[in-house]
């Protein structure tokens, strides 16, 4: 980030204490002239200068030294790069929070609020597709609104109809508006109501909010999976063999292959794991590590499972295995060293999983947790689809939102790798309002093939703002030319504005009319709702 100008704060500050140059210069031990093009930022300052400065002005330090706007700084650079603004650089962000940083933070706030009601649209798409409630008032609410017009038809078609007939449907009029008024009012207050707001619809979303809640990032398990990897490493083994044999000697485990049946009842309280016979070795290894975790990491996995967050048995169960999933790859893949090697191999997603061993999903899944605030990674969005389309371990990052109920756009990358098993593709995708994303996708099989058997595949895909770019191995093919490059698409078709999209599938909910390639009927749900 450029370094703030500070000279129009000391200048500002001075006046605003009725000082005069020349008497500040004095106290500061400076001459008056060397003051002055200090306040005209044509000298930098710095440490025990700005210190004798803010003292003999009476002013906090970080009010000088630009060190509170900091912050806002680098939120207005990295707006400006996400929406590609072109000519605003970090160092004019600095410059213009400096001499205004109201308006900066004005702005910040503004694109916040913007990205806030595109969440909530984006949420409430993806309940209005999924939510079984909403799903069934949306349906009562057209009906109610079918049988209406019907009727309504019916009485201006035939304006010499028979009083009682008349009166009939006038009545059947009036009740299916009564009908349609109640309808609406469950919605709204199913959708907005201070006692109804949306929550998790199910225990798994009570997870996934959970460990969004905690940033994918959880330094109790980080810890101690360190413990118990250094407690491992005494062995003159490799971790894998020396996890393994403290399952056998240390809990009198008894491991052996099986049918994959077998493998998913398999319960190590009973001292008995059957791996699956057919499971790829990363596989293998991430199992053994994951069953050692809950027998030895026990304790502080049921400390974090018992959040406040978690409000059925149902939701800490899954929780309590997602934990354990954490704590495999917390000891499988030591932070420090993972991230290291992730900086030096630029996030090469293969390269990592051969260095440690990883395959795509595993290495893609630590990449997300490496959040740690003295070595951050780059802040990665996470999706998983089997090639029916069915979503899982959604995972968001600011601006990037992944869809937990509904579909994903078709484009991204996502399914796009489904066509090409086992092969990592990368793709440049642009929003309708310009942010740009770049999206790692890759499909594999947990299970080594056999001819018969089934193939138990599935797209692992990351996601990251444009901005880092220049820190992954996948972005230099789209580095210099990244507008001509881009690939347009949408969150899902329910929130995307695109017209003349191919792939839509529905219609968008702030569409005037059906999109092209669609047929009016399946848009217009009016045409095919009869009266009843």
């Given amino acids: 980030m450029a370094r703030l100008p500070i000279g129009k704060r000391i200048r500002e500050a001075r006046l605003d204490a009725g000082v005069s ?8 031990g400076v001459s008056p002239s060397y003051l002055n093009l200090i306040e005209h930022d044509k000298r930098q300052i710095g440490g025990a200068l700005l210190k004798r400065i803010a003292q003999a002005l009476d002013a906090p330090l970080g009010r000088l030294s630009g060190a509170e706007d900091a912050p806002l700084a680098n939120d207005l650079a990295e707006l400006a790069r996400t929406l590609a603004f072109r000519g605003l650089d970090d160092a004019s962000a600095a410059r213009f929070t400096s001499q205004h940083p109201d308006w900066a933070g004005a702005f910040v706030q503004l694109h916040r609020r913007y990205r806030d009601a595109t969440e909530t649209a984006l949420a409430l798409s993806d309940r209005l597709s999924q939510d079984p409630a ?6 009562a609410v057209l009906t109610q609104v079918s049988a209406i017009r019907s009727f309504a038809e019916i009485l201006e078609a035939y304006p010499d109809l028979a009083s009682d007939e008349r009166e009939r449907f006038c009545g059947i009029i009036a009740a299916q508006a009564d009908r349609l008024g109640s309808s609406a009012r469950e919605m709204i207050a199913l959708l907005d109501g201070a006692q109804n707001a949306p929550t998790p619809t199910s225990p798994q979303s009570e997870v996934d909010d959970f ?15 360190d413990a118990l990897r250094r407690q491992l490493e005494t062995a003159p083994q490799p971790l894998a063999a020396a996890i393994e044999s403290r399952l056998v000697q240390a809990h009198g485990l008894r491991i052996r292959r099986g049918d994959p049946l077998e493998a998913t009842q398999s319960d190590p309280r009973a001292d008995l794991l059957i791996l699956d016979q057919a499971a790829l070795d990363s596989t293998v290894r991430f199992q053994l590590a994951r069953t050692l ?27 309590r295995r997602a934990l354990a999933n954490y704590a495999a790859g917390a000891l499988l893949f030591p932070y420090a060293p993972f991230f290291e090697a992730a900086e030096a191999d630029r996030y090469d997603i293969d390269r990592l ?12 899944h630590r990449l997300v947790t490496l959040r740690r605030e003295d070595a951050q990674g780059v802040p990665f969005a996470f999706l998983r689809a089997d090639p029916a389309g069915n979503i899982s371990k959604p995972f968001s990052i600011a601006g990037l939102r992944m869809p937990r109920l509904g579909g994903a756009c078709p484009l991204w990358a996502l399914y796009g790798a489904l066509a090409t098993p ?8 642009e929003m309708p309002s310009g942010e740009q994303y770049l999206f790692i996708a890759r499909s594999q099989s947990k299970r080594a093939p056999a001819y018969g058997g089934p193939a138990a595949s599935y797209s692992v895909m990351l996601g990251c703002d444009v901005v880092y770019g220049d820190r992954l191995v996948y972005f230099d093919a789209f580095a210099s030319r990244k507008r001509s490059l881009a690939t347009p698409v949408g969150f899902n078709c329910r929130s995307c504005p695109r017209a003349g999209c191919a792939q839509r599938a529905q219609a968008a909910i702030t569409a005037e009319g059906p999109p092209r390639g669609v047929a009016s009927a399946r848009n217009d749900p009016l045409a095919t709702e009869g009266a009843t």
């Fill in 21 to 28: 140059q020349t008497a500040l210069a004095k106290a500061a």
């Fill in 422 to 429: 086992d092969r990592t593709i990368a793709q440049l995708a």
């Fill in 293 to 319: 975790a809950q027998l030895e990491l026990g304790d502080a996995i049921e400390a974090l499972a018992a959040s406040g967050q978690l409000t059925s048995d149902e939701a800490r169960a899954i929780a």
């Fill in 134 to 139: 909403l799903m069934e008032l949306s349906h």
């Fill in 211 to 225: 460990i969004h809640h905690c940033g994918n990032h959880l330094p109790v398990l980080e810890e101690a999976a």
């Fill in 353 to 364: 999983g051969q260095r440690f061993g990883a395959s795509f999903e595993q290495a893609a």
